[in-house]
């Protein structure tokens, strides 16, 4: 029987260890044959929703409303989490996926860990964004008691184990997530040294975790908490910043919120020449429709097989790599059979039968009825 | 029959007509959502506990009414596994939800014929060239005379013998369609990739084999031979029941039949005239539908293979309103009166033509 090679670097939960071999050998093709591991998966889930042998899933345990727009989700995950496992859990600063069915189709959206590392429970915050497909989704439909899937933590902006004396934990808007997390472990770890938070929002209504931190302040000495409330005094510019913390040079800072904070924030250090560490987390948001007329030559990268060809965008794309010498899978050429189907990584395409634009990371194209309107990543 | 004549409507009508049915699609396509990833699942769920339920008759009952029954889900499995589950999944009508249990490309049946080939023969070269002689290879499954076209040889005096052997062991017939034995005798297919498809074909008929009449059969301990025996005629009814749908959806009487030199140059609106001209359909009940896949709704399918399938009953009074409009035939009829017309075929082009000479017009 086969086994799966199990990921080196990955800790294993003990159900993990049960589950592994078992779910290898539903994969083995004459097994598979028999009885389909989505079989076996869809029995589980119908005896308890959180049964698994593949998948991280999370029961809803409480939803915190923090302010007006933003809900925080505690989450209580099946054994297959890799949660608890001291060095190998979530570190503060992660974040998680989490994967839902919204009208049919599956999404896939990251959010910050908001709890603290190697809690029993997990937590993600969420603001609503208005116009957006997950969060009102979020928002609205997910009640206590509800089971979704989620990944591993993941991300490497991150506290170090060992940590430096002078801190700074700068945030603005929704990106308190991560930085929370890492105060919240700075707290677990009792931390001796000395962190500055920084947290920059419109006014105190939309100041998420204003209770907790405030409190925090108050019973944790290693703590300066500096708040920045653009409607009162005036909009955030790195000179606030540097005035409120003039020990900036000295300090390691974590930072996290608009690209264009942390644009500012990010010129600002470049301008001053300044040493000390700075590290962000930006959530890129999916990339606005189209940013090329039909013609402008774009690169289209071949992600697996790590080659690359220029188009001029005007013909498939499964014609455009041909003639740039290369052969990928294809049958109908005409966009009914998929044999030319792959995962586009990201980009924006057209399709040539609905003349739509779609601009979704890892969405299925074909590429014989699908032109680059963007630069393009592929699973190929 | 001899080969369709160029349409009788004019460029500007066909170029309107591509329009209509363009819309069509749309119309659906931009509506897909939760009720089409439910009907679905729940297609998978009755399919699952359909084939535990017979698995279990065939097992654990005793006498030959359960044995009937047995053998009646677990045909009803295999045909829904096949039909509307297995060749609607891999059509990629289901790619849209993003689970990869209704991925086209990794999706795999309850049959002896291999997916990945499946998808070759059957989504690539089928669904491209329908009906076209000599390039869908559909057209009497290499085995079968359907039409004037085609050059008789002795070979066909066995016709009527040849099209009950492909129907009794119609999963076979497809399994095997992907080889492209005729190419490879006469060289078209080098040896070591003949061998290859071979090999995956002999793999998959193993594995049903080693599923059907080995392993479930030993499970059964003394009941083995009515085990055996039970999947033997599941697996039987399922391949009949598929031979006359898949027949009745291109044989028929009145389905066009082209030449490759015709298709030339094909705009989309002259494909969906193609794909209408050269599908049939069947009228019946809803639990008819699902069983036939809803290829009892052959004309829609070839117009729109990515739509879900259940989709196409509210299609289909659409495009026939379409053909009334252009005064196109939207050949449909019974189950009965139809395959009344694909024996009538398939015993007509048993015999020798009677004027050799006649050429397709």
Redesign the interface.
């Known amino acids: 029987m086969m086994i799966a090679a199990s990921n080196s670097a990955a800790p294993s939960t003990w159900v993990e260890k049960l589950a592994a071999p078992l779910k290898a050998a539903l994969q083995h093709p004459w097994v598979e044959s028999i009885v389909r591991l989505s079989a076996v998966e869809d029995t589980l889930r119908s005896l308890h929703p959180m049964l698994s042998l593949t998948e991280v899933r999370a029961q809803v345990v409480r939803i915190v409303d923090e302010t007006a727009d933003t809900k925080t989700f505690v989450l209580q995950p099946n054994a297959l989490w890799h949660g608890r496992h001291g060095e190998h859990g979530p570190r503060a600063g992660q974040f998680v996926q989490l994967r839902l069915e919204i009208n049919g189709r599956r999404v896939e959206r990251i959010y910050s860990l908001s709890s603290r590392p190697g809690a029993r429970l997990l937590a993600v915050t969420v603001k609503r964004q208005a116009g957006g497909l997950v969060s009102p989704h979020l928002h609205e439909h997910l009640k206590v008691g509800d089971v979704i899937t989620i990944g591993q933590a993941d991300g490497d902006f991150t506290l170090p184990t060992l940590l430096p004396a002078k801190m700074l934990l700068l945030s603005a808007g929704s990106g308190i997530t991560p930085v929370m997390s890492m105060l919240r472990d700075l707290k677990a770890r009792n931390y001796q040294g000395d962190v500055v938070f920084m947290h920059v929002c419109r006014n105190p209504a939309e100041f998420i975790f204003a209770k907790e931190l405030l409190s925090t302040a108050n019973r944790f000495p290693a703590l300066s908490l500096l708040l920045h409330f653009d409607d009162s005094v005036g909009r955030f510019t790195p000179d606030s910043l540097q005035s409120a913390v003039p020990d900036l040079g000295e300090r390691a800072t974590w930072m996290c919120g608009p690209s264009g904070f942390m644009d500012a924030v990010e010129g600002h250090w470049a301008t001053n020449n300044l040493t000390a560490p700075l590290k962000s987390e930006r959530f890129v948001a999916i990339p606005m429709l189209p940013t090329t007329s039909p013609g402008t030559p774009v690169t289209v990268m071949l992600a697996l097989s790590g080659e690359q060809f220029v188009t001029s965008g005007n013909a498939p794309l499964l014609e455009q790599a041909e003639k740039a010498g290369l052969s990928p899978k294809h049958g109908c050429r005409i966009g009914i059979c998929r044999s030319c189907q792959c995962t586009k990584k990201s980009g924006t395409v057209e399709n040539l039968q609905t003349g739509e634009l779609s601009s979704m990371p890892n969405e299925q194209i074909r590429l014989c009825i699908s032109v680059a309107r963007t630069d393009l990543s592929l699973d190929l | 029959m001899s080969f369709a004549k160029p349409t009788h409507l004019t460029r500007q009508q066909v170029d309107d007509f591509e329009r209509e049915v363009?819309a069509i699609r749309?119309s659906v396509?931009n509506d897909?959502?939760?009720?089409?990833?439910?009907h679905i699942r729940r297609m998978?769920?009755i399919c699952?506990a359909s084939e535990v339920g017979g698995r279990a008759l065939l097992h654990f009952g005793v006498g030959p009414l359960s044995w009937v029954a047995g053998v009646l889900a677990l045909a009803n499995a295999k045909i829904l596994d096949n039909m509307e589950i297995g060749h609607n999944v891999m059509?990629?009508q289901y790619?849209?939800?993003?689970?990869?249990?209704l991925n086209?490309?990794k999706f795999?049946w309850?049959i002896a014929c291999d997916g990945e080939q499946w998808?070759?023969s059957h989504?690539?070269t089928h669904?491209?060239y329908t009906n076209i002689l000599g390039k869908d290879r559909d057209l009497g499954y290499s085995l079968l005379r359907m039409t004037d076209a085609q050059k008789w040889k002795p070979r066909h005096w066995l016709q009527p013998m040849a099209n009950l052997m492909l129907a009794a062991g119609f999963q076979y017939g497809v399994g095997s369609h992907d080889l492209e034995i005729g190419k490879y005798t006469h060289g078209a297919i080098s040896k070591p990739e003949f061998k290859a498809r071979l090999n995956r074909f002999l793999t998959?008929t193993a594995?049903?084999w080693?599923?059907d009449y080995l392993?479930f059969p030993a499970l059964a301990l003394w009941s083995a031979p009515r085990v055996l025996a039970g999947n033997f005629c599941a697996n039987l009814i399922r391949n009949l029941w598929t031979y006359v749908v898949i027949f009745c959806g291109h044989f028929t009487d009145g389905v066009a039949i082209y030449r490759e030199e015709d298709t030339r140059n094909e705009t989309?609106g002259d494909?969906y005239l193609r794909q209408l001209s050269g599908s049939s359909n069947l009228e019946g009940g809803r639990v008819f539908h699902i069983l036939t896949g809803h290829l009892s709704h052959q004309i829609e399918h070839h117009l729109f293979?990515?739509m879900p399938a259940h989709r196409y009953l509210e299609v289909a009074p659409k495009i026939r309103l379409l053909c009334v409009k252009y005064g196109l035939l939207y050949n449909t009829g019974s189950l009965y009166s139809q395959y009344k017309t694909v024996m009538k075929r398939i015993l007509t082009h048993t015999l020798p033509p009677k004027n050799a000479t006649t050429s397709p017009a």
């Open positions: 363009d749309a396509m897909l959502g939760q009720s089409d990833v439910d998978i769920r699952r059509h990629g790619d849209w939800t993003g689970d990869p249990a086209s490309q795999e309850d998808r070759h989504n690539v669904h491209t998959k594995k049903q080693f599923k392993l989309r494909w293979p990515d």
